[in-house]
């Protein structure tokens, strides 16, 4: 079968088969092969043989194909700029633009879409922003609100110079003296005491580790060594030498370093009591104490100020004396504890700041108390007070003995030594096990 001529080269010598290519417009339909395979002759095309009519026909035909080969020519010279081709704007079928969102797929007729900058958020964003909005003024409200409520016990406290140069080594743990002084100034309360005196005396340990803290109640008329005089009762001290002394006094006894000092007196008791809204105290039996100005009745009960303060100050009713009293002042620290710092207290800022400024209006600091102090304090306060909290007498030996400062409280010298040395270790774990005896020896 003879090869088909080349469309990119010119027509052969002989001319008789037409050019081709794009632009080119057959002049003589192809010639269909005989039977036999050869081609039929070639007709007759000059010019001088043909009919004017024909003649006509090929050079309008002419006419068109030189008119497509200028067109042609004018794409391609469409398709350059300054000699280099034009970026093809063709696209394949199955390219998608960019979305860029609801504002990309706009109506024909709309208004253009604004810059990415300045397009409204989706509502999954502003969402987003409210949602952590809310969260971080949550968290500048949880740190905010006790801090502020700190400060505002903090501005109340009352300061006295009590800690000086200490005789006994630092001690593990958060040591707290709790002095109750039995002041009557502001109040309705008589008696026969004479001057200042203390009349109830704690010692509040917080461990640095995660075992209990421990409350321990001083009997006042204990019997020890008042450092530079001699020895007689430990609430003697207080009267001798005022906070500083009282301090030392306790720190020659118990081989401890105090760390804080806190005080109240009977007029602030009251206070602190009446703004937690009152206690909740169960005596067993009914008391009846003129000298305490109190009367009454077994079973528990809710104690305003002036009632719970003479339930913490009574002693001459008890059998057990001034270790029943120190008892009962426990307790009502505990109480105290546990309605000052609980939620529906502390989440409601309308009972929350008049309580603390209170609170704070009826103690007595260290000049070098701070926030933190404070803030362990009451920590420590609620969990010694709590089920898990350890809370006891130092153990005694016995309570009718008789000195020239009267009838005075002896300590147990084993147990009570056993005692503080496990508060010096900060081992109050050890110190449980005290209080557990101690209460099984009482029936509790």
Partial sequence: MPSQPDPRRGAPAGG????????????????????????????????????????????SRGQ??????????????????????????HRPSNHRPPDHGPASRRSPGASPAAPPSARRPSSAVRRRRAVVGVVALLAVALVAYPVALGLTALGALGRVDALG??????????????????????????????????????????????????????????YVEVPGYYETKINAAYSLGGAPLLVDTVELATGLKVDDYVETGFEGFADVVDAVGGVEMCPPTAIVDPRADL????????????????????????????????DRQRELMAAIAAEGTSPGLLLN??????????????????????????????????????????????????TDRVTNSGQVVDWDEEQADALWSALRADDTEAVRALADAQAAALGG
């Fill in 16 to 59: 008789d088969e037409p050019r081709w290519g794009p632009a080119t417009t057959y002049r003589a339909r192809p010639r269909l092969r005989g039977g036999d395979g050869s081609l039929p002759p070639a007709p007759d095309r000059s010019r001088e043989g043909r009919a004017p009519e024909e003649r006509g026909g090929q050079e």
């Fill in 349 to 398: 800022p309308f009972r929350a700041f008049p309580t603390a400024a209170a609170g704070g209006s009826a103690l007595t600091v260290d000049e070098s108390t701070g926030l933190g102090d404070l803030v362990t304090f009451a920590r420590g306060m609620r969990a010694a007070s709590s089920a898990d909290g350890v809370s006891m007498t130092v153990p005694v030996a016995a």
């Fill in 64 to 89: 068109e194909s030189r008119s497509q080969e200028r067109r042609g020519h004018e794409r391609a010279a469409e398709g350059t700029t300054y000699g280099r081709p034009r970026p093809s704007s």
């Fill in 165 to 222: 140069a200490s005789a006994v080594e630092d001690t593990p743990g958060s040591t707290y003296l709790l002095v109750g002084s039995d002041s009557r100034e502001g109040t309705d309360i008589g008696g026969d005491a004479e001057g200042a005196r203390t009349d109830s005396i704690l010692l509040l340990h917080v461990p640095d580790g995660s075992g209990p803290s421990v409350l321990v109640s001083l009997p006042r008329d204990s």
């Fill in 295 to 326: 009367d009454i009745p077994a079973g528990c009960q809710e104690m305003g100020g002036l009632t719970a303060l003479g339930y913490a100050r009574t002693r001459y009713e008890d059998p057990r004396g001034d270790l029943g009293r120190a």
